[in-house]
Structure formats: structure tokens, C-alpha cells
T-cell receptor
Framework: KAGVTQTPRYLIKTRGQQVTLSCSPI?????VSWYQQTPGQGLQFLFE???????NKGNFPGRFSGRQFSNSRSEMNVSTLELGDSALYLC?????????????FGPGTRLTVL | ELKVEQNPLFLSMQEGKNYTIYCNYSTTSDRLYWYRQDPGKSLESLFVLLSNGAVKQEGRLMASLDTKARLSTLHITAAVHDLSATYFCAVDMEYRDDKIIFGKGTRLHILP
């Protein structure tokens, strides 16, 4: 079974730009969660999508948005980039059919905002 | 405020020694996960603990969960250099908003 894939792996943007990150979950997984990882704040939950609906949301500003498609692939968008958005963005997929939420992570997208 | 606290945050130890990483959390939950992250890599699922008293073992690592004390431990037996990584516990907020909340991680450095 193929794992979670994320594209692109690296991105360099400037302040004020916007960016879209993509995540393809493990086949059969309908839940996709997004996390931001920084040295100072650690792993912070952004949002979770399940069957194309946002199931949960973390405490991030509205500049961070996402969506999920019918094939469970998900995209995350960050508008009006700020320097503080530089981070590793991790996507995780889960089946959520077994009653618990073991998550399987992709390799991440390293975003640098200049 | 919901908290998931790991300690220590950094641990340097000699090969062959035993040690324990602690994960305390501040809300009711019967589900807890442990992950490993190597430098520059993503997170790898290690253990899924789903009830009070759950114990899982894989090689030199053993994880346990005490839901009454809101405490999970990750015990390392006879450490080897290959276990050097950052270890995260993550609490499943099943009785609240169903989010997963991660601890800050314990950076483990095993000296040969």
C-alpha cells in the first residue's frame, strides 16, 4: 500500500504571496489532517477533513484554509503569507473506521517565507 | 486549558542504559499514540494505546497507559544508537472535540 504523499516537498515564497499544498492519503483513508510543525510551537493541528467536510479546526487565522476532494485528496491554502508561516506542514491520513484515530504522516512540505 | 506535557524534553543517554519518557495530559482520554520522528523526516506511528492499563512492546521500546493518572510512559531498555530520534505522545480528545493533541516531543540522543 502506498503511503501518504505530499507535494511539493519544498517551497520558497515571499511575504504577501499565497501557497497551495497538496496531500494524497493512503488508499481507502477518508480522513486527512493537517499540522504545522515549528521548533518553537511544536506540532499544531490545523484542520481535519473527512468525506469532503471539515470535521475539525485548530486555532489558526482564516488565512489558512483547506478542502478535500471526492477522491480524498486534500489541499491546504495559505493566503497573504507572513514570515511566521515558515514551517514544516505535515499531512496525516486515517481510516477512522476502527473507532480510533491512528494517523499516518506524509513526508511534509517545507515552506520558507522570505 | 488542555495540556499534553512530555518530560524530559531532551535526553542524552549512554548505550545500554534504561530510561523512561513521561507523557502527562490534563483531560479525560482512553486513547494515546506514540510517534517517532527522525531528523528531517516525518512522523512514524509506534504504538496505539486504547484503554487503561494498555501495554505495548516493540523491540527495546515499551509503552503503557494509565488513564486514571492521565499518564503514559515510553520505556527504553538497553538503549542503542539507532533509537536516537524525537518521540511524541499524542492524546486523542475522543470525549471533547475529537482532535489529536501532540506533546512537544522528547529529543533522545543515545551516545555510542
Amino acid at each position: 500500500k502506498a503511503g501518504v504523499t505530499q507535494t511539493p516537498r519544498y517551497l520558497i515564497k515571499t511575504r504577501g504571496q499565497q501557497v497551495t499544498l497538496s496531500c494524497s492519503p493512503i488508499s481507502g483513508h477518508r480522513s486527512v489532517s493537517w499540522y504545522q510543525q515549528t521548533p518553537g510551537q511544536g506540532l499544531q493541528f490545523l484542520f481535519e477533513y473527512f468525506s469532503e467536510t471539515q470535521r475539525n479546526k485548530g486555532n489558526f487565522p482564516g488565512r489558512f484554509s483547506g478542502r478535500q476532494f471526492s477522491n480524498s485528496r486534500s489541499e491546504m491554502n495559505v493566503s497573504t503569507l507572513e514570515l511566521g508561516d515558515s514551517a514544516l506542514y505535515l499531512c496525516a491520513s486515517s481510516s477512522r473506521t476502527s473507532g480510533y484515530n491512528e494517523q499516518f504522516f506524509g513526508p511534509g512540505t517545507r515552506l520558507t517565507v522570505l | 486549558e488542555l495540556k499534553v506535557e512530555q518530560n524530559p524534553l531532551f535526553l542524552s543517554m549512554q548505550e545500554g542504559k534504561n530510561y523512561t519518557i513521561y507523557c502527562n495530559y490534563s483531560t479525560t482520554s482512553d486513547r494515546l499514540y506514540w510517534y517517532r520522528q527522525d531528523p528531517g523526516k516525518s512522523l512514524e506511528s509506534l504504538f496505539v494505546l486504547l484503554s487503561n492499563g494498555a501495554v505495548k512492546q516493540e523491540g527495546r521500546l515499551m509503552a503503557s497507559l494509565d488513564t486514571k493518572a492521565r499518564l503514559s510512559t515510553l520505556h527504553i531498555t538497553a538503549a542503542v544508537h539507532d533509537l536516537s530520534a524525537t518521540y511524541f505522545c499524542a492524546v486523542d480528545m475522543e470525549y471533547r472535540d475529537d482532535k489529536i493533541i501532540f506533546g512537544k516531543g522528547t529529543r533522545l540522543h543515545i551516545l555510542p
